[in-house]
């Protein structure tokens, strides 16, 4: 009789954006090198996510600098073992509402944050969204996403783009996770509607 072995089901690997505890460490000690690596993995995830909120290439990457910043000044926060990206798009969304209640904020200054960390947002931030099969398609996309609500918006981008599961958009959203779903739902239907002949929405 064949019975089940230790190595039938092999352990779950744990997601790619989970922090170590010795990265953790270096970060919290300020080291360069893991800030720019830090910073070089996931800018482009973030800038993708503010573009598609933003509708705007210059104010993305703006608002892209400030959330690393922000991320730098409130690293202590975050917990070893834990997902980057849930708690790096929780960081974008306060930096993108807060945008919006300032009617005239200063720009985020880009030589402070060579002075004080040492390290900046490059231009390559943009790929990601670049990286659409063609400008005309991508054009057609983001005008798409600007007639959304803002939290429909946010919650389809979060769901098809960033993958994030219903229970992490509801966290993130701070509503209940059958909202975060009626919300995804919802603002799937009216893409599908609004991009009939393109297949960026699954």
Same mark, same amino acid.
């Given at each position: ?5 230790? /190595?039938?089901?092999?352990?779950? /690997? ?25 910073? $070089? ?22 608002? /892209? ?7 730098? =000044? ?18 974008? =969304? ?27 947002? $490059? ?80």
């Amino acid at each position: 009789m064949e019975t089940l072995t230790d /190595t039938t089901f092999p352990p779950p /690997t744990a997601p790619a954006d989970v922090l170590a505890p010795e990265l953790h460490a270096r970060l919290l000690a300020g080291d360069e090198d893991a800030w720019f690596n830090f910073v $070089s993995e996931y800018e482009g995830r973030i800038y993708g996510y503010l573009y598609r909120l933003e509708g705007n290439s210059e104010d993305a990457l703006d608002l /892209t600098q400030e959330v690393f910043y922000r991320a730098w =000044r409130s690293m202590r926060t975050f917990r070893a073992g834990e997902r980057v990206m849930p708690w790096l798009f929780q960081v974008a =969304r306060n930096t993108q509402i807060e945008s919006h209640r300032r009617k005239q904020h200063a720009r985020f200054s880009l030589e402070e944050a060579r002075e004080e960390i040492g390290f900046e947002v $490059s231009s390559e931030a943009r790929s990601p969204v670049q990286a659409a099969e063609s400008s005309q398609a991508q054009d057609r996309v983001q005008r798409a996403l600007m007639q959304l609500a803002p939290e429909s918006r946010e919650a389809v981008v979060l769901r098809f783009v960033e993958d994030l599961t219903y229970d992490e958009i509801a966290r993130l959203q701070g509503v209940a996770t059958g909202t975060a779903k009626s919300r995804v739902f919802r603002a799937k239907e009216q893409l599908a509607d609004l991009l009939a002949d393109v297949s960026d929405v699954h």
